[in-house]
């Protein structure tokens, strides 16, 4: 069943070229975008299930590692393009109800489809890459496609917005660029199992090195402070769906590459405890910057900073117990996050408002709206039983468990972090949803196009504390496997060498 693996990634190239082809027909496009998304999420299902046995591997061109590039289907990845398929999915039919409600103005038709399927795309070469310039070629092509999601519009606060996030990402490129590069140059081999064996074997310094530049590229994708700055000022002027995913998913996308190449290529452990300062530092920062918001989504958006913090925790903490609190965390956050941005957009058209100050009285006025939101927020603050609780839980335990000074810290540091949290979303919530009634509160209808998706996403996030126990089971083999090295490594190598590689001619 390797043929599974790279259609996550060819199905939405192939439904972009399609939604170019169709700009001057809006019905097809929609109904190709919709297809194409939910067949990449069968498809994702289908490789998490598979990848439970054993990693699925493909040797693009048939050129077998380390010479051809790999795409690797394992629990993670595949736990990752499950999350990601179901949420691109229901952001997008969240999009379509926008769209047509407001006559498209704010997605145009003919950008819009094409664009997001590249950026499905994207994410999913992320995830399957097995070489780290492939891993590379993703973040390019996030990168294309984000920026134009980001201006949708052409606002002076989006083209401004959009620009502050290029600057930054083609910063963190050149630096993942001359990481590969020197990575290149003192292994020989840019594969991820070739490189899990041969890195061990170079110079201490210059591995530090290496290290330290894929961990400070990654991190900047990861708004991991001090370089998170960018991340409040560049999501919340974006349309509603567009916020969505990016908050929802693409800050994942740097978590992931921090797993893979801190548990692959450098398990030795060296930068712990610098990952546990910037940890602590993201979610205090985060969080402060959270209290002092008077605008939701900015609001939020600050939160999903301090957030990420809790993802670096687990892998600072380089053991199984972390990593898997940190895959079950990513998981429950990529929902929450993403259901509580598109509830925030139906608090803004039934509203007026994403302001705190001129917001009042949602409960009485949408109580549906106030269930949607009051569900993904206490998931989010860590309430029992949800599943954001079980997550830190999780974390807390791992951080407990290793037993270091700094490892305490920051147990009480993510406790610290969780009561403000609460603060911050209760604040939200008593201000946007049970205050007086402000005078010229809109009347529109929501739409049940959004609604829909919006509820899909909350219902999701209640799956994963309803499953959390199956679901912290399939964490734990995976961190398993990102612990052990050898079934990732093995995988890959079954059908070629640890030396030149094959051609495709003799390749089996």
């Known amino acids: 069943m390797s043929w599974l693996v790279p259609l996550p990634v060819i199905l939405p190239l192939t439904g972009a070229g399609l939604a170019l082809a169709f700009t001057r027909h809006p019905r097809a496009q929609r109904i190709i975008s919709v297809v194409t998304l939910t067949l990449v999420l069968i498809v994702a299902v289908s490789l998490l299930s598979l990848a439970d046995d054993t990693p699925l591997v493909v040797d693009v061109g048939g050129w077998a590692a380390p010479v051809g590039i ?10 990752m393009l499950s999350v990601s398929a179901a949420v691109t999915l229901c952001v997008l039919l969240y999009s379509l109800a926008q769209g047509l409600a407001d006559g498209d103005e704010e997605t145009p038709v003919a950008i ?9 795309a994207g994410v999913a070469n992320t995830f399957l890459s097995g070489d780290l310039f492939n891993l590379y070629v993703g973040f390019e092509i996030l990168l294309l496609a984000s920026f134009v999601l980001l201006t949708l519009g052409g606002t002076v606060a989006r083209i401004r917005s959009g620009s502050i996030y290029v600057i930054v990402a ?15 140059s003192a292994a020989g081999t840019l594969n991820l199992a070739h490189l899990a064996e041969r890195l061990p074997e170079i110079d201490p310094g210059t591995r530090l090195v290496l290290q330290l530049m894929l961990l400070i590229a990654f991190a900047i994708k990861a708004a991991v402070f001090p370089m998170s700055a960018w991340l409040p000022d560049s999501y919340p002027t974006a349309p509603a769906p567009v916020t969505a995913v990016f908050a929802g998913l693409l800050t994942k996308v740097g978590i992931y590459a921090m797993m893979r190449t801190q548990t692959l290529l450098f398990a030795e452990g060296r930068v712990d405890n610098l990952l546990m300062w910037a940890a602590l530092a993201t979610m205090l920062v985060g969080i402060l910057g959270a209290v002092a918001q008077t605008d939701i989504k900015r609001l939020l958006s600050f939160t999903l900073v301090s957030h990420i913090g809790y993802m670096v925790f687990g892998i600072s903490l380089s053991s199984q117990a972390g990593l898997a609190a940190a895959i079950f965390y990513v998981v429950h956050h990529i929902t929450v996050q993403t259901s509580l941005f598109l509830v925030v957009g139906l608090i803004e058209r039934r509203g007026g408002s994403t302001s705190l100050t001129r917001l009042g ?12 939101f009051f569900v993904p927020a206490m998931s989010l603050s860590g309430i029992p039983p949800f599943s954001g609780f079980l997550g830190k839980v999780g974390l807390l335990q791992a951080g407990i468990e290793n037993g270091s000074i700094l490892a305490l810290v920051l147990v009480v540091g993510g406790v610290v972090v969780s009561l403000l949290t609460l603060y911050v979303i209760v604040k939200a919530w008593n201000q946007a949803f049970w205050q007086g009634i402000p005078e010229g509160l809109p009347s529109t209808r929501l739409p049940g196009g959004m609604v829909g998706p919006t509820a899909a996403l909350v219902a999701l996030g209640l799956a994963l504390t309803i499953f959390a126990g199956p679901l912290f089971g399939y964490a734990e083999r995976a961190a398993g496997d990102m612990r052990a090295q050898t079934p990732y490594i093995d995988s890959v190598f079954s059908r070629g ?9 003799a390749a089996p």
Do not use: Q, W
């Open 70 to 79: 790999s795409l690797v289907a394992d629990r993670l990845a595949s736990l």
């Open 361 to 372: 009285g949602l409960s009485k006025a949408a109580p549906l709206l106030a269930v949607l």
């Open 170 to 184: 083609v910063v963190s490129s050149m630096i993942f660029l001359v990481a590969i590069a020197l990575v290149y």
């Open 497 to 505: 060498d640890r030396g030149e590689g094959e051609s495709p001619e």
């Open 112 to 120: 819009y489809h094409p664009t997001y399927l590249v950026l499905v």
